[in-house]
């Protein structure tokens, strides 16, 4: 009989074999486009790579009409900043009013959530045939822009009610204690304190907009967002043109991610290490 | 005491808002869905007289009621599949791993894809699934075959594989918390009182690990099943699921078919849940 050290040592080794094998099998496709979108002038899709150049990234800079990119990005960067901007007042209006535990948070709670557990497309598709009967138009700042906060929202408002929850509420009663009222105490004490919070769910709802394409799919009307662009390539000949927009995009949402994290990350440090 | 009193007015205030944008963008949408399903002509017009013969016309047509259970048939697989490789890698980063940093980082090259964008993580897959792609050029390179293989790109092969590195993601989280908030002296009695390893994985930390397992596959079947752009770039247009069915239902002005598809799809979704739910009450989650 072999020992239990050496037991969980074999356990430890096969599920770190497994973890590690997943991450390389979850990052391969993503590097390997990243890699790909660097090929020379005769390149294609695969591998294997012919010459190094930025070849593939001056394409895309240089193509006009119909697959020119660059007006779909700038509509996709808009919307994701202004969805970035609403979900984080949002989250922190719905955080706060949580906080409050009025009538009916119980089904308010859920009733945010349902936005992260609806199809997506089936949400585009709903708003489509509502605004059709309407008489309202599609376009992406509109009813696109409706859809895709139903789908940020969540995220900004769990995060607050994670930030809200590790928050030392002394402070505050510190703040009123010393005769500030509820409003300047919100203004002076609360919202520096939970500032990291915010612009991590800003960041959260950037990077959710910008790459969203389920929602938008039915939405948005002729004035299309960049994924809807990318999705439209699908039925032509790939050309690695697609993976270099693919790399820019992938960069701008792990930049997106990243600082959001490092935020968070951050200002939990600096909450612990105020309380005694 | 906080700056706003309990049951405060301006607690409604706040919340309004953004509950009229949800009733708006969310509610109201789906349950339109589910009127137009029972438009019985092609007119796209309210004053349609209500019936359920679209529902009738799907159930009669063998190649759509066949839609429906692949659909299904994929989210099973993939529950399957991301449920216990996701239980393992949460297992790996939560129990196994004992300095911060490491755990730290690799929970985080495992959660990042996650927010970036699905669909070029899609497009990346097809360079590796084609005849001269990548896994045909090591399978080749290891004499595993003898001949490229062609059942990747456009098969349920090239969908699955790609799903499983979207979703295992899902099915590992909830558990990596739900581990996490095991106490150690929990695991320290049943040694002490001389159970077995196993038996303590068996009799404690997969009973307790129960809400976070169940919460992840409820996340994988609802993704999986609204999934349609992997199989629209993965699969070409040889395969279909309902999402699929509703986007070409409607490019061809089928409107309340279309819908039809959309309730049946959240119909499912919904009852799948409520089947889930039923294992465990997860509103225990995060109770210790």
Redesign the interface.
Request: glycine residues 6%; without cysteine; charged residues 5%.
């Given at each position: 009989m072999i020992g239990w050290r050496t037991r969980q040592r074999v356990v430890k080794v096969a599920l770190g074999a497994l973890t590690l094998g997943f991450l390389a099998y979850q990052w391969m496709p993503i590097l390997t486009m990243g890699l790909l979108s660097f090929t020379g002038p005769d390149g294609g899709t695969t591998f294997p790579m012919r010459g190094v150049s930025l070849h593939w990234y001056r394409e895309l800079l240089r193509v006009q009409s119909v697959d020119d990119f660059k007006p779909p990005m700038a509509r996709s960067l808009a919307l994701a900043l202004a969805c970035s901007l609403t979900t984080a007042v949002f989250a922190v209006a719905a955080a706060q009013a949580m906080r409050a535990r009025f009538r009916g948070s119980g089904a308010f709670f859920y009733l945010v959530l349902l936005g992260v557990m609806a199809p997506g497309l089936l949400v585009g598709f709903g708003i489509a045939l509502i605004t059709r009967v309407l008489g309202i138009p599609l376009a992406w700042y509109s009813t696109t822009f409706a859809v895709h906060l139903v789908w940020t929202l969540p995220f900004g408002f769990l995060t607050m009610l994670a930030v809200f929850n590790r928050f030392d509420r002394r402070l505050e009663e510190a703040g009123l204690t010393l005769g500030a009222s509820r409003l300047t105490t919100f203004r002076r004490i609360t919202l520096p304190l939970v500032l990291p919070g915010v612009i991590g769910s800003a960041l959260f709802g950037f990077t959710l907009s910008f790459d969203e394409f389920a929602r938008s799919f039915f939405s948005t009307g002729s004035e299309q967002t960049l994924p809807l662009v990318i999705y439209a390539q699908f039925d032509r000949q790939l050309q690695p043109t697609l993976y270099a927009l693919g790399t820019l995009t992938t960069v701008v949402s792990l930049l997106a991610v990243g600082s959001a994290i490092a935020l968070l990350r951050g200002s939990a440090r600096r909450t612990l290490t105020t309380r005694p | 005491?906080?700056?706003?009193?309990?049951?405060?007015p301006?607690?409604?205030a706040?919340?309004g808002?953004?509950?009229l944008?949800?009733?708006?963008?969310?509610?109201?949408?789906?349950l339109?869905?589910v009127w137009?399903s029972l438009w019985t002509t092609r007119t796209?017009s309210?004053a349609n007289p209500l019936g359920v013969v679209n529902y009738v016309r799907f159930f009669h047509r063998p190649a759509y009621v066949k839609v429906l259970a692949d659909t299904v048939e994929q989210a099973l697989l993939l529950m399957a599949i991301t449920g216990l490789?996701g239980y393992?890698?949460a297992?790996?980063?939560a129990v196994?791993v004992e300095r911060p940093g490491v755990r730290l980082a690799?929970f985080?090259?495992?959660v990042?894809?996650f927010?970036?964008?699905?669909?070029?993580?899609t497009?990346?897959?097809?360079?590796?699934l084609?005849v001269?792609?990548?896994i045909n050029?090591a399978l080749l390179a290891l004499r595993v075959v003898d001949r490229p293989v062609e059942a990747f790109l456009f098969s349920r092969a090239g969908i699955t594989l790609a799903q499983v590195?979207f979703y295992?993601l899902l099915a590992a989280g909830p558990v990596v918390y739900t581990l996490r908030n095991i106490p150690r002296s929990l695991r320290e009695a049943a040694h002490c009182l001389k159970a077995s390893?196993l038996r303590v994985f068996w009799r404690i930390v997969l009973p307790l690990t129960l809400p976070g397992i169940v919460i992840g596959q409820i996340l994988v079947f609802?993704n999986v099943?609204?999934d349609?752009?992997t199989a629209?770039?993965i699969g070409g247009h040889k395969l279909a699921y309902l999402?699929n069915l509703?986007?070409m239902l409607?490019e061809s002005g089928q409107?309340p078919f279309?819908?039809v598809i959309?309730v049946l799809?959240?119909a499912c979704?919904l009852a799948g849940?409520a089947v889930l739910l039923k294992v465990v009450d997860v509103r225990r989650l995060g109770a210790p």
């Open positions: - | 005491m906080s700056t706003l009193r309990e049951r405060s301006v607690a409604y706040l919340a808002p953004v509950t944008w949800m009733a708006a963008a969310l509610v109201a949408p789906t339109f869905i137009v796209f309210t490789v393992g890698i297992y790996f980063l196994k690799l985080l090259a495992f990042i894809p927010w970036t964008s699905a669909l070029i993580r497009i990346a897959w097809i360079p590796f084609g001269g792609g990548v050029t590195s295992t390893p609802l099943m609204a349609f752009a629209q770039a999402g509703v986007i409607y409107l279309a819908s959309a799809l959240m979704m849940v």
